[in-house]
């Protein structure tokens, strides 16, 4: 168990619908980061946080969005799904998001969109 | 662009050693991380390495050559937990995400 938590587990969806996946980092830790993990793909990075920051954006399309709150937990927001946004999304946290840190994943919110 | 190269798949057999290679060319290099990820779940840290040489934890070593872009990851006495993918990932800079390859699925056999 890393720490770090995602809700829900599993997500079931149509098209078109819109949903958020939820985040808590581990205890202490400031940067929170989203991937994306596809069949036949590598972890694709989406976005990263930093104490309540936007730091870095990776591919992350403009249907998708994201937040830190105050109390350090983040949201993924996905809208007008399409079925290629099914997939594994994690959350990784670590404590401050510079070069040495680890980033710990949380277990992940498998998203199916049909 | 950022690439890292690794083998898609590898098969060992319980109790051996296996080595899984990572080449990168990034447009720079601030430390390499080695995850493990059980289908379906979660990566785990494995190592960390910044400078050149073998660093050991266990059964695992990692080891990086910077002037190369290389690194490998040895696996000793395997057992069939070990059966997972293995991603190699690069921190380009200071402030930058990870950039992972796509993984090398590992099936250990008896």
């Known amino acids: 168990d890393s720490g770090v938590t995602q809700t829900p587990k599993h997500l079931i969806t149509a098209t078109g619908q819109r949903v958020t996946l939820r985040c808590s980092p581990r205890?202490?830790?400031?940067?929170v980061y989203w991937y994306q993990q596809s069949l036949d793909q590598g972890l694709q990075f989406l976005i990263q946080y930093y104490n309540g920051e936007e730091r870095a954006k990776g591919n992350i399309l403009e249907r998708f969005s994201a937040q830190q709150f105050p109390d350090l937990h983040s949201e993924l927001n996905l809208s007008s799904l399409e079925l290629g946004d099914s997939a594994l999304y994690f959350c990784?946290?670590?404590?401050?998001?510079?070069?040495?840190?680890?980033?710990?994943f949380g277990p992940g919110t498998r998203l199916t969109v049909l | 662009g950022q690439n890292i190269d690794q083998p898609t798949e590898m098969t060992a057999t319980e109790g051996a050693i296996v080595q899984i290679n990572c080449t990168y060319q990034t447009s720079g290099f601030n430390g390499l991380f080695w995850y493990q990820q059980h289908a379906g779940e979660a990566p785990t840290f494995l190592s960390y390495?910044?400078?050149?040489g073998l660093e050991e934890k266990g059964r695992f070593s990692s080891f990086l050559s910077r002037s190369k872009g290389y690194s490998y990851l040895l696996l000793k006495e395997l057992q069939m937990k070990d059966s997972a993918s293995y991603l190699c990932?690069?921190?380009?800079?200071?402030?930058?995400?990870?950039?992972f390859g796509k993984g090398t699925r590992l099936s250990v056999i008896a």
């Open positions: 390495n910044v400078l050149d």
């Open positions: 990784a946290s670590s404590w401050s998001g510079s070069s040495t840190d680890t980033q710990y």
């Open positions: 990932a690069v921190r380009v800079s200071g402030n930058t995400p990870l950039v």
């Open positions: 205890s202490g830790d400031l940067s």
